[in-house]
Every structure is written in C-alpha cells, then in structure tokens.
C-alpha cells in the first residue's frame, strides 16, 4: 500500500497494479478477502460499506505511477474496491468513477 493515500480524510486502500494507459480497464477478481487482511474494515468508494473477510475485491488503476508516456504499460496507482460495486459496469460509467477518483485523491508527503 502507498502511505497515507486518502479522499476526503479518510485513509484508503491504495497499491500499484500493472496497466496499459489507454487501454480499457481489465477487472481482476481476488478473494475471497482473508479475516484480518489491511483493508478488512476500510471503507468501499463505490457504495460506502466495508469491505470484509469472505468478499472479492478488485484494483481500479486510476493514475500512473511513473513520469513515463502514461499511454505505455506501467504501474498504476489502483484502489481496492468490492469487485461486484464495478464489475459489469459500462466503460464509460467505469471512466467516470476513475476520473471522479483521480481528482478526489489527496496524497500525504
């Protein structure tokens, strides 16, 4: 996880993930969520309810990482979300809470 990544004052489950600028957002299903892993309790951006053990989470990439082309493979920054908040989502409502994401996102240096 990246240090105190946060919206809104509230800390979020942030990593980095592989992704091609560019490119449609490919959904990966993990889980189902161990009790007491990192993000057990942390709040879902999607729908407002925690996420818990015994769930599927995914990683949305929605910033890249790198000073590289942003259009080429890289590491992206990525929020844990429930895999069914986004999944089945049409690209363009899936762009939007990507874009709402990336301007909502407060870094803490």
């Known amino acids: 996880m990246t240090d105190n ?3 809104q004052g509230q800390p979020l489950p942030v990593t980095f993930r592989r992704h091609k600028g ?3 957002i490919t ?3 993990f889980g189902p969520k161990e ?7 942390v709040r879902c951006e999607v729908c407002g309810s925690p996420m818990e053990a015994g769930q599927y989470t995914t990683l949305v990439p929605f910033r890249c990482s790198e000073e590289s082309d942003p259009e080429r493979w ?3 920054l990525s929020l844990e979300v429930h895999y069914d908040c986004v999944a089945g989502q049409d690209p363009p409502a899936l762009q939007a809470f990507v874009d709402w994401l990336d301007k909502q996102i407060v870094r803490g240096d």
């Open 5 to 7: 990544p946060e919206v």
């Open 22 to 24: 560019g490119e449609p």
């Open 27 to 29: 959904l990966h299903k």
């Open 35 to 41: 009790p007491g892993h990192y993000s057990c309790g």
């Open 74 to 76: 890289g590491n992206w």
